[in-house]
């Protein structure tokens, strides 16, 4: 992943960056595996966790929605015959993967890999020229359908929200009126598009078309979504003593999780201006410190670790709380499920 270094985390436009795990001593170590223990890895992407993991001896059950992720790790999975299993699917399917007796722990490392962005064909970087696509699983709407057949408010609502875009309405405007006359269907189309309507100034440290690319990729991919229903399933498959470490990357993504550790601390409060309602028995308790980033060192060496957040918790005993999405003040984006159709 790729870390923006102005404003908000980004992800959509990094150049070749060799995959370097983020934060992998904190994962290891917040994460414990250890002989006879099962570890979830729910993005594989190049194995960098997975590979720390099964050296302590743990096994691992690892996922990656992309298709080209999973053959790639086939290689790693003959090296470590029987103690590995590598799964396409989405990790927010991962109680259906999880063994009968549990699992000891789940990592999760949220976003889009270095390797995909290098994909030009892929197409989530605007420096590298390609189609407008941006599908981690190669099926379903891209970010094609989206620019060229959105409602101008959903666009100007998804550039906001998922991208804090200030310039959201002027850009989503100058789409409108460009896709009428010709539709887009390449990255540099659309980020040269929004170069000429907000053009970079000396200062900006990051390009026009970063954010309305993150926004374009959280959107298509669901990702804030995925990573809600991912935290609940982790909730339901882990052991008593079990450990969820999970990476972010931007602050949408962290705040999902923050809230999730802070609602499954077994204090509720339905308003931070009001006393505590009631006491619940918690299902997390905090593991060190309640957010952990990267060092100094770290961040010179791997650019992706510059906005990389680790957060983790030990499950308890306590009965799975129901999944309500509610604690998480999601956005009622609209549903643009038949844009591909």
Known sequence: MVANPGGGSSDADGGPVRHIPVLLTEVIEALAPSSGKVILDGTFGAGGYTSAILASGADVIA???DPTAIAAGQALVEKHS???TLIQSQF???AEHAPEGGLDGI???IGVSSMQIDEAERGF???KNGPLDMRMSASGVSAADVVNHAKLADLIRIFVYLGEEKQAPRIAHAIEKRRAEQPFETTRDLAGLIETVTPRKAKDKIHPATRVFQ??????NDELGELAAALFAAEQVLKPGGRLVVVTFHSLEDRIVKKFFADRSGRSTG???LPIVHERAATFDAIGKAMVSASDGEAAVNPRARSAKLRAGLRTGAPAEPADLSIFELPNLATLGKLGG
Do not use: K
């Open 63 to 65: 996922l990656d929605r």
């Open 82 to 84: 029987g103690h590995l």
């Open 92 to 94: 927010s399917q991962l």
């Open 107 to 109: 990592v999760l490392d």
């Open 125 to 127: 970087s605007f420096q």
């Open 215 to 220: 926004a374009l990729r959280i959107f298509v």
């Open 271 to 273: 308003s931070r201006h």
